[in-house]
């Protein structure tokens, strides 16, 4: 397949072969855009080797490599001749400066202080009741305060190790039974931002949005779909990624891109 040449090289440059690639492949920019979600004005502008419209080296690279592999050429070599035409592999970056440059509409999630409140107080009037009620306990010296008695009745003793109960428990971590429970007629995805925050954007196989947003470090998300999710990560080495009950084994990289599509009867990356 002749590429042409750049203007400088024997070899062209990696918007020019992207470009030629696609014309042999007689693929239009719109069936391109559709197939890898990388929205047409930048694969005009990355076939003109502009990649000003990436939003900096991490996410340009990414895209070289998905339209790298739309069109049939390997994707390793076009991204180290990117590299190579612009300075050199980036470093990792931290994650929130990488995601401002996409990130649409964030939505982070709030903890429900209001329902917080309401059980405390539920919980405390229930054992002031039951205490006022029984008569307390008559070994307890004179003068001993309700309150005093309520923090004593949250963390009982276990009677074998003298610990509080609960105190040694660790927080349960997403694993594979995180999802497994998702309906084999569907395609369930479950997103952990296990180390620092990602940017995730979801949509079906109609185009509908089902999640995007920020997840800060310790945050998860699932969303479904009854045939299809196209998924794209910010911070793919950062996620644990469920697919239909399975957990997702990739060698994702900190703050590498990634798009990936899942269908029911996976896992698979797409």
Known sequence: MSLGNS?????PSVGRA????????KLSVEQVSLTTRVRIPIIHAIEQDDF?????????RGHVRTLARAVGLEAGDLVAQYDAEHGG???????????????????????NWTAAMVAA?????????????SGGDEDEPDGSSV????QGSKKPKDPDSGKDAGEDKQTPQPSDSAVAGAPPDKVTLRIVAADGQSWISAQGADGRELEEGVLAQGDSVTVTDSEKIYLVLGNAGGVDLFVNGKQIAEDFQPGEVERLTYTKGDPEAG
Do not use: H, K, N
């Open 89 to 111: 592999r980036p470093e990792p970056t931290p994650a929130a400066p990488m995601f401002e440059a996409e990130r649409i509409r964030p939505e982070p999630r709030r903890p």
């Open 52 to 60: 000003s419209r990436c939003g900096g080296d991490v996410y340009a």
């Open 7 to 11: 203007p400088t090289g024997d070899r």
């Open 121 to 133: 107080i539920v919980a405390v009037v229930g054992f002031v009741g039951f205490t006022v009620f």
């Open 147 to 150: 309150a005093g008695e309520s």
């Open 18 to 25: 992207l470009q030629q690639a696609r014309l042999d492949a």
